[in-house]
């Protein structure tokens, strides 16, 4: 008896090893992001636990580490486009094993009950959406932790398989900045005989034009960078234009059937409309920290034109995306770096000193 009395806890201990993880986390909002220890959940039987190999670098993290959109809850450990190895399932996974290349995006739970969820949108759950990180975490009683980390335990319906194909540090933003684009220009129709324009090019404008020239479409680029020209055309944009040339952007209302704005800073919304046709939207996908000037109503009216917002996408039509993206050779143009750099990249970020998308390398 007192042998086994000796013995019993090592179980346990092995668990909490298992559990460990490590990451990076800001304390408060003035605070850069550091080294940080925690403890993951236990994989359940629907859930699937990944070896974190690449972790994408989202403006959505600037923003939430530095509340500037109110909200965070400190500590926080940032990351929702998220690359790994399967190194764990439980008893009633069904479509994962160790060692697949697999995925995590922005949501890791839903109610799964209200209509939303039941036809896939999971994105916009109307009772308990659980975000990857800094949203309550109902396995835990916390709050939940990202991709800025080396492991993850998240319930299979919310898994997501990577292609071989694709180099998985370069699909890592696929599970944000990819869906945040696809997503709105699916549902609106973006495709042959469509004008498309994309306003900004950065790590979400990049990868609309990528996707608007995937889908068929005549795409062009607004800047107000001149020198985002060649970038432009390589990616796929047919035009590209000056945004403060105010002819340029005359020369063309009433031409585009839709228009996806990335732009996450206030900004005036009304030169865009202009230049949508009869039934045209204008959709919103960068959320700025202070709101965008009022648009004009008379925009919208004289030309039923459409105002309208886009949030990622469901878990269906972000596989259907990765695997839209195998097909068609589609990823994220990325400069990789070491966890160590984390705050650099933020910094580097303000100044769009990237293209077009920093991703964090966990394997060392």
Not at 218 to 233: N, Q
Request: hydrophobic share 40%; net charge neutral; charged share 25%.
């Amino acid at each position: 008896m007192a042998s086994k009395a000796q013995t019993a806890p090592r179980p346990d201990h092995a668990k909490q090893a298992d559990r460990k993880t490590l990451g990076y986390a800001a304390q408060s909002p003035t605070a850069p992001l550091a080294p940080f220890e925690f403890e993951r959940r236990e994989p359940g039987p629907r859930d699937v636990q990944l070896e974190i190999l690449y972790c994408g670098v989202c403006h959505s993290d600037l923003h939430q580490v530095r509340d500037e959109w109110a909200g965070t809850i400190y500590p926080i450990v940032p990351g929702h486009e998220i690359v790994g190895r399967v190194t764990g399932v439980g008893a009633q996974v069904k479509g994962f094993k160790e060692g697949q290349l697999a995925a995590v995006g922005c949501m890791v739970d839903s109610c799964g009950t209200c209509p939303d969820c039941r036809e896939g949108l999971e994105q916009f759950c109307q009772n308990e959406i659980t975000f990857t990180y800094n949203s309550p975490d109902k396995h835990t009683g916390g709050i939940t932790y990202g991709g800025y980390s080396t492991r993850i335990v998240v319930d299979e319906h919310f898994v997501l398989r990577v292609s071989d194909k694709l180099d998985p540090a370069a699909a890592a933003p696929l599970l944000c900045a990819g869906i945040t684009t696809y997503a709105p220009l699916r549902h609106w129709g973006a495709g042959p005989g469509r004008k498309v324009g994309v306003v900004g090019l950065g790590g979400l404008g990049h990868m609309a034009i990528k996707f608007a020239h995937a889908f068929g479409a005549e795409v062009a680029l607004f800047t107000s960078s001149p020198g985002k020209t060649a970038d432009a055309r390589r990616l796929g944009a047919d035009e590209v234009v000056v945004t403060r040339d105010p002819d340029a952007l005359k020369k063309l209302g009433n031409s585009f059937d839709f228009i996806l704005d990335t732009v996450a800073a206030p900004h005036d919304l009304n030169a865009y409309l202009q230049l949508l046709k009869r039934d045209g939207t204008l959709c919103l996908v960068g959320i700025p920290d202070r709101p965008h000037p009022s648009p004009a109503v008379f925009e919208l009216i004289v030309r039923r034109r459409q105002l309208a917002g886009s949030l990622i996408g469901g878990i269906k039509e972000t596989q259907e995306m990765l695997d839209f993206c195998a097909q068609h050779a589609i990823v994220s143009d990325i400069e990789t770096i070491p966890m160590q750099k984390i705050n650099v990249a933020y910094e580097r970020m303000l100044k769009s000193d990237v293209k077009y998308r920093f991703v964090i390398d966990l394997r060392h």
